[in-house]
Antibody, heavy 118, light 106 residues
Framework: QVQLVESGGGVVQPGRSLRLSCAASGFTFSNSAMHWLRQAPGKGLEWVAVISYDGSNEYYGDSVKGRFTISRDNSKNTVYVQMNSLRAEDTALYYC???????????WGQGTLVTVSS | DIQMTQSPSSLSASVGDRVTITCQASQDISNYLNWFQQKPGKAPKLLIYDTSNLETGVPSRFSGSGSGTDFTFTISSLQPEDIATYYCQQYHNLPTFGQGTRLELE
């Protein structure tokens, strides 16, 4: 069965960087686009970024564009998001998710919590 | 960005009730509309994709309809395990979500 395990979350000071990882199993990772999404505490869902199955295309939400970079390593079945210049408003539970094609988000991992605070 | 407006924001209903949630897009999104269910402390789960297609394994009491800018999600007979927050999501442009509908038992 599909399994997505996020890691790398923690407490970080404003302006600093953090890299999240998402290890995938149970499906053909190299054929699947992958997304990052987030949910601030007690709030709704926000899409962050997507990377195509081969890494050739990336798209970002306006709130993270220029600060976050999504990447993948198909040899490791892992997708990453490098988060730079973190702000308090980036505090959230970060989920990775698979996609049936580039844009149809299907299965989500359980998330990793990022807290940006001094 | 395409704005998605869900209503109501919260809803109380009894077991066996028919429950309806609406979602309105700020512009035409064709049928690129999905519905997710999120139970407390859990990740969202895809229930319906492309407006009306039931995801594999999802009970048939869940359904969706609509096109263009106006969409509806229905639970035909509410079950206790359906208590959750429901989100609509469009992907005509970069994905955006509705603000969610919290469904509670009366």
């Amino acid at each position: 069965q599909v399994q997505l395990v996020e890691s790398g979350g923690g407490v970080v000071q404003p302006g600093r960087s953090l890299r999240l990882s998402c290890a995938a199993s149970g499906f053909t990772f190299s054929n699947s686009a992958m997304h990052w999404l987030r949910q601030a505490p007690g709030k709704g869902l926000e899409w962050v970024a997507v990377i195509s199955y081969d890494g050739s295309n990336e798209y970002y939400g306006d709130s993270v564009k220029g600060r976050f970079t999504i990447s993948r390593d198909n040899s490791k079945n892992t997708v990453y998001v490098q988060m730079n210049s973190l702000r308090a408003e980036d505090t959230a539970l970060y989920y990775c998710a698979t996609a049936r094609h580039l844009w149809l988000i299907t299965y989500w991992g359980q998330g990793t919590l990022v807290t940006v605070s001094s | 960005d395409i704005q998605m407006t869900q209503s109501p924001s919260s809803l109380s209903a009894s077991v066996g009730d028919r429950v309806t949630i609406t979602c309105q897009a700020s512009q035409d999104i064709s049928n690129y509309l999905n519905w997710f269910q999120q139970k407390p402390g859990k990740a969202p789960k895809l229930l319906i994709y492309d407006t009306s297609n039931l995801e594999t394994g999802v009970p048939s009491r869940f359904s969706g309809s609509g096109s263009g800018t106006d969409f509806t999600f229905t639970i035909s007979s509410l079950q206790p395990e359906d208590i959750a927050t429901y989100y609509c999501q469009q992907y005509h442009n970069l994905p955006t979500f509705g603000q969610g509908t919290r469904l509670e038992l009366e």
